[in-house]
Nanobody, 119 residues
Framework: QVQLVESGGGSVQPGGSLRLSCAASGDIFTINQMAWYRQAPGSQRELVAR???????NYGDSVKGLFTIARDNAKNTIYLQMNSLAPEDTAVYYCHGDIYTSEKLGSFWGQGIQVTVSS
């Protein structure tokens, strides 16, 4: 089994920055891709950013130019640098991974971490 653990969330004022981390551990053979999603109250979960271990990166339209996703291959960890945060960025942020274990390709989610942007 694989575990994804998020950290770095919290409360920040509009215009501020936060950096989220997601560390994958467990039965990892190789990682295909990892991503950040977010879900605000009353809204559907949406893609924030995705990074493939082969190198491709995709961003949701609402965060392009503001958020940056990065990875540390050696630590099986991804990061999300969030700048110029606005109240509409308030949501629970979830880490997701498409990860090969010793048996198969699996889809794994973290428990989610709250990000609140408010004055």
């Amino acid at each position: 089994q694989v575990q994804l653990v998020e950290s770095g969330g919290g409360s920040v004022q509009p215009g501020g920055s936060l950096r989220l981390s997601c560390a994958a551990s467990g039965d990892i053979f190789t990682i295909n891709q990892m991503a950040w999603y977010r879900q605000a109250p009353g809204s559907q979960r949406e893609l924030v950013a995705r990074i493939r271990w082969a190198g491709d990166i995709n961003y949701g339209d609402s965060v392009k130019g503001l958020f940056t996703i990065a990875r540390d291959n050696a630590k099986n960890t991804i990061y999300l640098q969030m700048n110029s945060l606005a109240p509409e960025d308030t949501a629970v942020y979830y880490c997701h991974g498409d990860i090969y274990t010793s048996e198969k390709l699996g889809s794994f989610w973290g428990q989610g971490i709250q990000v609140t942007v408010s004055s």
